[in-house]
Structure formats: structure tokens, C-alpha cells
């Protein structure tokens, strides 16, 4: 039970708790910071199981709950607490909203909405574990793919509340609008349990052929977390479903020359 690929997962689990809890108290740069610690776990635990040849039906169950937590729950507290800053801008203020249920205007229930990430994660990860067709490729947007989209908008937000005495100041962006923060936190998590054929990002050897598509992600991704740094974030993630229904698309148009 107590074998390496298992206790990397658990480090997975154990960053996406402190995530959730360090979120609560406003500090959302290290919440992000937290999962971004989970993600690398979440990737050791694969890759030294595999090295192994350690894998199991305990680590793979371990996996999803770990995910679930870090990838599902943790997101969602933190777009939470990311729309509620944006609105209140005090963490004192939130935990005072909430403890006398101080809900005057309907712009008071727009954090809610950040709770559609845990909802749609639960459905992917249960499906994820029973679609044998995820295999060689996804499908749906992944957990750790669908967070790295939302770790966008708190990282923005600290950055924006480090550079000006409040994140409202002349250069707030437009992308933290509380509304339209909202109203992605309810729709994008969607693509979770959607029928989207997509890329795995496993690359299981270095042949640029059959990886070409990975390694122009990550040459990409590279380039781009350089010179657009947090404004990457969202951009990698939309890169990765472009690439995806290209080579789906071209990848099923040779199917089709094949049998002719």
C-alpha cells in the first residue's frame, strides 16, 4: 500500500488539502502554488509506477480521490474565493458574509457557480476510470488540464493586487470581471465529461513522429509561459484543444484515404 508511486499520490492529495485551506484565508498565490506541487506529484506517481512496474487497482482508485481533492475540489475554492475577493476584496468580509448569510443582491450568489468544477471533476474521474477508450488518448478536458485554466484568474488577481494598492486599480483587466468569472467557472468544467477526442500527454518514447503533436504543445507552451507568463495559462490550455481536433480530424481524414 505504502509503495513510492502511492505516496507520491498522496503528496498529490496532501498539496490539494493545503491548497483548499490556505485559499480560505485569501492567500491565493500559495494555494496556486500548492497545486502547482500536486501536479508534479501527479505526474511522478504515473511515471515511477510505470518505472517500476508498481501499479495497482489500490494506487489507481488513490489516483481519482487524490485528483478529486486537487483537481476538483481545490479549483473550485479557489475560483470561489477569487470571485468573492473580486467583489469584496477582504477575506474578513467573505467569512462575515457567510456566517450571517448577508446575501442582498443577487451578485452575492456569483461564487456558487465556481462549484461546478467539483461537480463535472466527480462525473470525469469516475468516467475516466471505466472508458476504455482513454487509453491512448482522452476524453474530455483532463482534471490537472482543466485546472491549470483556472489557476489563471487567482494568479492574476495576486499579481494584480501586488502591482496596485487594490486590485481595481487603472490597469484591472477586464478577464476578472466577476460575472464573466462566473459564468466560466460554470460552463468551461463542462468539457470535462464532453465526447472531445484530445491528446494524451503521455509521451511513452522520443520518436518526433508520433509525438509531434505533444512535443509542438510543449515547444509551444514553453515560449509562450516566457513571454506572456500568467496570460499563458488559459492560452496553453485552449492550444492543447486546438491541436487536439487537428489531429483528430487529420488523423480520421487518413482513416478515410486508408479504406479507400
Known amino acids: 500500500?505504502?509503495?513510492?508511486?502511492?505516496?507520491?499520490?498522496?503528496?498529490?492529495?496532501?498539496?490539494?488539502?493545503?491548497?483548499?485551506?490556505?485559499?480560505?484565508?485569501?492567500r491565493l498565490e500559495w494555494a496556486c502554488f500548492a497545486l502547482g506541487v500536486s501536479m508534479l506529484f501527479d505526474f511522478l506517481d504515473g511515471f515511477v509506477a510505470?518505472?517500476?512496474?508498481?501499479?495497482?487497482?489500490?494506487?489507481?482508485?488513490l489516483d481519482s480521490l487524490a485528483d478529486l481533492v486537487s483537481f476538483g475540489l481545490a479549483p473550485g475554492i479557489l475560483m470561489f474565493m477569487t470571485i468573492e475577493l473580486s467583489l469584496l476584496r477582504d477575506p474578513a468580509l467573505i467569512l462575515k458574509k457567510y456566517q450571517h448569510f448577508e446575501f442582498a443582491h443577487w451578485d452575492d450568489f456569483l461564487s456558487i457557480s465556481s462549484l461546478s468544477i467539483p461537480f463535472f471533476s466527480l462525473f470525469r474521474l469516475a468516467k475516466f476510470n471505466n472508458d476504455v477508450r482513454q487509453s491512448e488518448r482522452f476524453i474530455g478536458v483532463p482534471t490537472p488540464t482543466n485546472t491549470i485554466f483556472f489557476l489563471f484568474f487567482p494568479l492574476l488577481y495576486w499579481q494584480i493586487g501586488?502591482?496596485?494598492?487594490?486590485?481595481?486599480?487603472?490597469?484591472?483587466?477586464?478577464?476578472?470581471?466577476?460575472?464573466?468569472?462566473a459564468l466560466t467557472a460554470l460552463l468551461f468544467p463542462i468539457l470535462l465529461i464532453s465526447e472531445i477526442p484530445l491528446l494524451s500527454l503521455k509521451i511513452k518514447n522520443f520518436n518526433l513522429k508520433s509525438n509531434r503533436y505533444q512535443y509542438l504543445l510543449l515547444g509551444i507552451s514553453l515560449i509562450t509561459i516566457l513571454t506572456l507568463q500568467?496570460?499563458?495559462?488559459?492560452?496553453i490550455v485552449l492550444l492543447y484543444l486546438i491541436l487536439s481536433l487537428v489531429e483528430n480530424y487529420l488523423t480520421k481524414k487518413h482513416e478515410v484515404q486508408s479504406g479507400n
Open 162 to 181: 501586488i502591482e496596485n494598492t487594490t486590485p481595481f486599480g487603472p490597469t484591472y483587466p477586464w478577464v476578472l470581471n466577476p460575472k464573466l468569472m
Open 230 to 235: 500568467i496570460y499563458a495559462l488559459p492560452i
Open 1 to 26: 500500500m505504502f509503495n513510492l508511486p502511492n505516496l507520491f499520490t498522496a503528496g498529490n492529495f496532501m498539496g490539494g488539502i493545503f491548497a483548499i485551506v490556505i485559499a480560505l484565508f485569501g
Open 50 to 61: 510505470r518505472l517500476t512496474h508498481t501499479t495497482s487497482a489500490i494506487g489507481k482508485d
